[in-house]
């Protein structure tokens, strides 16, 4: 899963146009429309993908705030960001 996740996230920084945050949203959203995702799988901590990506722990928490608010992911206390939908409430 982190892979997949990963390679799509690196290959949104190609898009100039987008901030930091936004690459990680990208290649989530990209990620969930291939079927690499399923309800209750854990996504990697921000610590680990500050460090893989480089970027700022706040970039991040960005990323999964802005994904949470859109009903993909939601935080369990002390434990991290879970899948919990597999389309955005919006949809």
């Given at each position: 899963?982190?892979?997949?996740?990963?390679?799509?996230?690196?290959?949104?920084?190609?898009?100039?146009?987008?901030?930091?945050?936004?690459?990680?949203?990208?290649?989530?959203?990209?990620?969930?429309?291939?079927?690499?995702?399923?309800?209750?799988?854990?996504?990697?901590?921000?610590?680990?993908?500050?460090?893989?990506l480089g970027y700022?722990?706040?970039?991040?928490?960005?990323?999964?705030?802005?994904?949470?608010?859109?009903?993909?992911?939601?935080?369990?206390?002390?434990?991290?960001?879970?899948?919990?939908?597999?389309?955005?409430?919006?949809?």
């Open positions: 899963m982190t892979t997949g996740l990963i390679n799509k996230i690196v290959k949104c920084r190609e898009i100039q146009e987008l901030y930091k945050y936004e690459h990680i949203v990208v290649g989530f959203q990209e990620a969930i429309a291939a079927n690499e995702f399923q309800i209750g799988d854990k996504l990697p901590s921000i610590d680990k993908m500050a460090k893989i700022s722990r706040m970039t991040i928490d960005k990323a999964y705030k802005t994904l949470s608010a859109t009903g993909f992911i939601s935080p369990v206390r002390l434990k991290g960001y879970y899948i919990t939908s597999l389309a955005p409430y919006n949809s």
